[in-house]
């Protein structure tokens, strides 16, 4: 099947993004109908991203009306760049399933990722304070150092020495020193979709989420601007049409792993029914 970027097409693919914003609701209402904890790490994260998702695709499936209309070309910029955040979810989600054998292990690789997010909020900080030095007289350094203790204390698992005056992060390697499950050496260091989707083929014994990172690096050129990507993002409507297709097949395949992580009580049948009425549209594709 070859399917090309026609109104009739369009229309059924519009079709999909609503049944999987539908089905992505069920998945939380049925997620949150058990309570978490510490123990249920896992259904913690994947929620967090199912949210996500839901976000982008609701977003997606507003900007997929009348798509087919090439007076809307330039739709394909947000469409591209919203898909691409939808599937750097699915990245997520699916690298930490293979984790889910190991609590330690598990517990380690999103400390991993809150490094890098406190390795943001420490520049931002410091940017910040700067910005606000322009309008009213603060000590910056002050400043800063009272948002790090305040910080450090929410989360010095983190840190070399939580209570030490200087701003230092324990390393990945030294976060992962638990860990049940070791990571082989190339994959060592901070987390990136690169690593992340090596871990996913080493896993994956379907072959079912490969496609996830071919659709995030064809996306992420609609981001990274070159002279030489001119015609992929002004020209090529029909390769476009069709990563899209392949990439949201790949989202529902990946929300439809996540649902059954997340378990719960009540609309099981519905996600259920929600999802071959998806794959009934995918094969009314022309």
């Given at each position: 099947?070859?399917?090309?970027?026609?109104?009739?097409?369009?229309?059924?693919?519009?079709?999909?993004?609503?049944?999987?914003?539908?089905?992505?609701?069920?998945?939380?209402?049925?997620?949150?109908?058990?309570?978490?904890?510490?123990?249920?790490?896992?259904?913690?994260?994947?929620?967090?991203?199912?949210?996500?998702?839901?976000?982008?695709?609701?977003?997606?499936?507003?900007?997929?009306?009348?798509?087919?209309?090439?007076?809307?070309?330039?739709?394909?910029?947000?469409?591209?760049?919203?898909?691409?955040?939808?599937?750097?979810?699915?990245?997520?989600?699916?690298?930490?399933?293979?984790?889910?054998?190991?609590?330690?292990?598990?517990?380690?690789?999103?400390?991993?990722?809150?490094?890098?997010?406190?390795?943001?909020?420490?520049?931002?900080?410091?940017?910040?304070?700067?910005y606000l030095q322009?309008?009213?007289?603060?000590?910056?350094?002050?400043?800063?150092?009272?948002?790090?203790?305040?910080?450090?204390?929410?989360?010095?698992?983190?840190?070399?020495?939580?209570?030490?005056?200087?701003?230092?992060?324990?390393?990945?390697?030294?976060?992962?020193?638990?860990?049940?499950?070791?990571?082989?050496?190339?994959?060592?260091?901070?987390?990136?979709?690169?690593?992340?989707?090596?871990?996913?083929?080493?896993?994956?014994?379907?072959?079912?989420?490969?496609?996830?990172?071919?659709?995030?690096?064809?996306?992420?050129?609609?981001?990274?601007?070159?002279?030489?990507?001119?015609?992929?993002?002004?020209?090529?409507?029909?390769?476009?049409?069709?990563?899209?297709?392949?990439?949201?097949a790949s989202i529902?395949?990946?929300?439809?792993?996540?649902?059954?992580?997340?378990?719960?009580?009540?609309?099981?049948?519905?996600?259920?029914?929600?999802?071959?009425?998806?794959?009934?549209?995918?094969?009314?594709?022309?």
């Amino acid at each position: 099947m070859n399917p090309h970027f026609t109104e009739h097409n369009n229309q059924i693919l519009l079709s999909i993004t609503d049944t999987l914003v539908k089905t992505l609701n069920l998945i939380g209402q049925r997620a949150v109908s058990e309570p978490f904890s510490e123990k249920k790490l896992l259904k913690h994260a994947i929620l967090d991203l199912c949210k996500q998702i839901y976000a982008n695709i609701y977003g997606l499936n507003i900007l997929l009306s009348d798509f087919h209309d090439e007076r809307n070309n330039l739709k394909r910029i947000p469409i591209a760049l919203i898909t691409r955040g939808a599937i750097a979810d699915c990245l997520t989600g699916v690298y930490l399933i293979t984790f889910r054998n190991g609590s330690e292990s598990l517990k380690n690789e999103i400390d991993v990722m809150s490094r890098d997010y406190a390795k943001f909020l420490r520049f931002f900080e410091e940017e910040k304070v700067k910005y606000l030095q322009e309008f009213e007289e603060i000590e910056a350094n002050e400043e800063i150092k009272k948002w790090e203790i305040s910080f450090k204390k929410s989360q010095p698992h983190l840190f070399v020495n939580p209570d030490d005056s200087q701003w230092i992060l324990k390393s990945p390697k030294k976060l992962r020193e638990t860990s049940e499950i070791k990571l082989p050496k190339e994959l060592d260091g901070p987390i990136t979709e690169d690593k992340k989707s090596e871990r996913i083929k080493q896993n994956d014994k379907t072959g079912d989420y490969g496609l996830l990172y071919v659709g995030f690096r064809y996306f992420s050129q609609y981001q990274h601007y070159s002279f030489s990507n001119r015609e992929m993002i002004e020209e090529l409507r029909e390769e476009f049409f069709g990563i899209l297709l392949m990439s949201i097949a790949s989202i529902a395949t990946t929300t439809s792993l996540f649902s059954s992580i997340l378990g719960g009580s009540g609309t099981k049948e519905g996600i259920k029914n929600n999802y071959e009425l998806i794959n009934n549209l995918f094969n009314n594709l022309e």
